[in-house]
């Protein structure tokens, strides 16, 4: 398990990570289980990530210490169309990259989410809004690569316990990694305010790509021209962006359990699984006995 010296500067560790040549790359594991007290998220198997088209070898080498094995791609074939010379696919011996696009044809760049989603960047209900549509277009049944699915399932293997690292990536890893990040913890038994700060932490972790991203849709895109405060709403990483898209799964559905097994994303049986694999004692070696100091990271984004 990685130390504190291996963070980023200025970043608090756990639960980010450096790994050269990546963005906003974290642990979600180390947050505790509300229902079950001396109970954390396991740490060391689900990361979380930026794109990884500028890794450096020191990155990859970094990602080959922490055991990554699987890395899921959740950006769709038009993104690489449009982006590709400049955000290409990245793939290195030792990890097998899976093509996981949560929208199987459409662009769902940051640029185009703006476009899709004039309200994305107005706020919470907005935000809401296009995080069901994830929701939804990650688990339609037209989907074949069914990416939550696959990333769940593999969370719930009965034959490799604890699973095998993997790294959950889209464009700037803030909203259809953010997502599926806050599925697991959910389901896991984290608390919603827990879950939403975790979410927020894109917020710090995008830090030195932020202005730049900003720029690009005042400069690209005609609705965020005139409006850099839309431009930048859409780019940060508020906490009640999640905190009301939870709100909402509870109410629709009755809880993120009911909403995983109603979608089909899990069965009651490896919904049982996922979480015998990834909740454990928090002073079980393997979790290395730390804990994430929440409260005192939620101090930094004020």
Known sequence: MTSPATAPPDLPSPPFLAVPGIQNFRDTGGYPVSSA???IVRRGVLFRAAEPSQVTPEGISRM????????YDLRSVREFE???HARPPRE???AER????VFLDQDYSPEAVALRFRSYASGPEGFKAAYMSILRAASAPENTKQPYASILSRLASATETPPAPLLVHCTAGKDRTGVICALVLSLCGVADDVVAHEYSLTALGLREMQESIIERLK???????DNPEGARGMVVAVKENML???EHINQTYGSVEKCVLELGLLTPESLAQLRKNMIVDETEADASG????WKEHAKMLL
């Open 37 to 39: 007290p001396n109970k």
């Open 82 to 84: 449009k982006e590709g």
């Open 64 to 71: 080959r210490e922490l055991g990554i094995k699987h890395v």
């Open 92 to 94: 290195w011996e030792g």
């Open 290 to 293: 730390l804990v994430v100091d």
């Open 244 to 246: 009301t898209t939870l």
């Open 98 to 101: 899976i093509f996981a696009p």
């Open 219 to 225: 400069t690209t895109e005609e609705a965020f021209r």
